[in-house]
């Protein structure tokens, strides 16, 4: 699933390259439709409810066979299935603790993944979003966390937040890498020799 299309996306490239040029930081953004398929909520929800029937069958004395009530509760257990694997409801159904859990454990996967924690000067950023969770975090290597106060990416952070709730995922990801940008300029400037170690590119997963 793709939510950027190309021009936006050689667009957040152009934009890490500037920012890039800065700075000795290096970052790194990616994009996931979801930090998890939650499929066992479905799954539950429909099995409690397709296993609820008889009860229903009983209590409005409705004198149904066995095959009747087997058939029923096959056809009721897919209804439901098919209803709560739709993207919107089944976000619903998933608590939020545990959507912001998945999703900070994907943000952390994806640093190492990307090899964030392997630059030269331990300069290494990652802007993170998960769109099911409506989930924004930058985490960012010991080279920069030195040196910047907690709570610095926090503005950042909730900036996106709400475009990627108004469904402007592009233009989050240029104002929170043009914002990073500033700060990673004032605490890590650009030095004569400032190779570029990791790709200018937006990374999307499925």
Known sequence: ??????????QIAEAIRVAEAKTQGELVCVIAPASNDYRFL???WSA??????PAIVWLWQAWWTQ????????????????LLNWQPLKM????????RQHAARLAREQ????????????????V???????????LADAGINAKVAPGTWDGIVKNFVAQLRAGRIAPGFLDAVAACATILAE???????????????????E
């Open 128 to 138: 993170f979003v998960s769109v099911a969770e409506r989930y924004v975090e930058i």
């Open 1 to 10: 699933m793709t939510f950027l299309n190309a021009t936006e996306k050689q």
């Open 92 to 99: 619903r159904m998933v608590p939020r603790s545990s959507q």
């Open 48 to 53: 409690l409810i397709a296993l609820s029937l």
């Open 111 to 126: 640093f190492y993944a990307q090899q964030l924690h392997h630059t030269r000067e331990r300069t290494g950023i990652l």
């Open 67 to 82: 095959a009747e009530i087997y058939l029923a509760q096959a056809a009721l257990f897919v209804l439901v299935l098919l």
């Open 42 to 44: 479905p799954l539950l």
């Open 187 to 205: 605490h890590c400037p650009a030095q004569q020799e400032n190779p570029n170690e990791l790709p200018n590119r937006l990374i999307e997963l």
